[in-house]
């Protein structure tokens, strides 16, 4: 499975952004999808993921109320939609996906993983 993150960039604080990671295979609407940040100097760390039937999601508690994870099986894709945006949430975000049935907050039990999109708020 390749996943290939884009939508990241520049913008100020408050503003909002819309991350795409869009999957090669078939196999996209049985994998459970997530996106994960790491900032400088900084370990990998969770920001949300959906299970392949859409009717759960997962949050990390910071991004709650804030983010949005979704995902369009006719596109093979999954978003991030990251609104009211902090300094605090620069980062490169990755995309990750996983087989089975559950959904996990832990980089390890994901065996996908896309290049990375760098998002950068100013203050």
């Known amino acids: 499975v390749q996943l290939q993150a884009s939508g990241g960039g520049l913008v100020q604080a408050g503003g909002s952004l819309r991350l795409s990671c869009a999957a090669s295979?078939?196999?996209?609407?049985?994998?459970?999808m997530g996106w994960f940040s790491q900032a400088p100097g900084k370990e990998r760390e969770f920001v949300a993921a959906?299970?392949?039937?859409?009717?759960?999601?997962q949050y990390a508690d910071s991004k709650k109320g804030r983010f949005t994870i979704s995902r369009d099986h006719a596109k093979s894709t999954v978003y991030l939609q990251m609104n009211s945006l902090t300094p605090e949430d620069t980062a490169v975000y990755y995309c990750?996906?996983?087989?089975?049935?559950?959904?996990?907050?832990?980089?390890?039990?994901?065996?996908?993983w896309g290049q990375g999109t760098l998002v950068t708020v100013s203050s």
């Open positions: 295979e078939r196999i996209f609407g049985s994998l459970i």
């Open positions: 990750a996906a996983r087989e089975g049935s559950l959904v996990k907050r832990t980089p390890t039990d994901y065996i996908y």
């Open positions: 959906i299970s392949h039937t859409r009717d759960y999601r």
